[in-house]
């Protein structure tokens, strides 16, 4: 099925792929936008994957400070090269970022960072929450309270403030797939008075 022009600069401006890509998505799925669109994060989470292992020397270091001059937020973004870090997209990402980190709060860049004895400490209140309750339930209660804690204090985890129904990490997966190189949150900062 043809798709219009119209549609593909709709999905390109949704999603920020390219027209070529857009086009395809959109014929695979006749035509369906929001199909487009599931099918094009799909892929580009298997790009993100894919380009994990480079190594990313490059970036920028994005800031936001709130209008009230009394929060920032602060993140260290990296890439693989100077041309990526230096584009208009990037530096975007970069401040996109640093203004989540202001809102949001998070503690940690990904769950791995969660050092042992908080997510024991953790684990130790879901067990006491389910006192009572069947092992096998217990346990499943105990790894939906660490998923939640997770998702509550690291930036990847986090529902992404603009748009709830993305991960900060699907966010940083598209942007791979668009900019073509891998993208590694170093550290982040929030300060606040």
């Given at each position: 099925m043809p798709v219009s022009i119209s549609d593909i600069q709709t999905l390109r401006e949704r999603t920020g792929v390219g027209m070529m890509d857009a086009k395809k998505a959109l014929e695979a799925h006749n035509g369906d936008i929001?199909?487009?669109?599931?099918?094009?994060?799909?892929?580009?989470q298997k790009v993100a994957d894919a380009k994990q292992s480079r190594q990313t020397r490059e970036g920028v270091i994005g800031t936001y400070v709130h209008s009230n001059n009394k929060v920032v937020g602060v993140i260290a973004l990296a890439c693989e090269?100077?041309?990526?870090?230096?584009?208009?997209?990037?530096?975007e990402l970069a401040h996109e970022l640093a203004m989540h980190v202001a809102a949001m709060s998070p503690i940690y860049v990904s769950s791995e960072?969660?050092?042992?004895?908080?997510?024991?400490?953790?684990?130790?209140?879901?067990?006491?929450?389910?006192a009572g309750k069947p092992e096998a339930v217990v346990a499943n209660i105990v790894a939906g309270k660490i998923r939640k804690y997770a998702e509550d204090h690291c930036l990847l985890d986090q529902a992404y403030f603009?748009?709830?129904?993305?991960?900060?990490?699907?966010?940083?997966?598209?942007?791979?797939?668009?900019?073509g190189e891998n993208i590694q949150v170093?550290?982040?900062?929030?300060?606040?008075?």
């Amino acid at each position: 099925m043809p798709v219009s022009i119209s549609d593909i600069q709709t999905l390109r401006e949704r999603t920020g792929v390219g027209m070529m890509d857009a086009k395809k998505a959109l014929e695979a799925h006749n035509g369906d936008i929001d199909a487009a669109i599931t099918e094009l994060r799909k892929s580009g989470q298997k790009v993100a994957d894919a380009k994990q292992s480079r190594q990313t020397r490059e970036g920028v270091i994005g800031t936001y400070v709130h209008s009230n001059n009394k929060v920032v937020g602060v993140i260290a973004l990296a890439c693989e090269t100077d041309f990526v870090a230096r584009t208009e997209a990037f530096q975007e990402l970069a401040h996109e970022l640093a203004m989540h980190v202001a809102a949001m709060s998070p503690i940690y860049v990904s769950s791995e960072d969660i050092p042992a004895d908080v997510l024991a400490k953790e684990e130790e209140i879901a067990k006491s929450q389910a006192a009572g309750k069947p092992e096998a339930v217990v346990a499943n209660i105990v790894a939906g309270k660490i998923r939640k804690y997770a998702e509550d204090h690291c930036l990847l985890d986090q529902a992404y403030f603009k748009d709830d129904s993305l991960r900060v990490r699907d966010v940083i997966g598209a942007a791979v797939q668009r900019l073509g190189e891998n993208i590694q949150v170093r550290s982040i900062a929030r300060h606040a008075l």
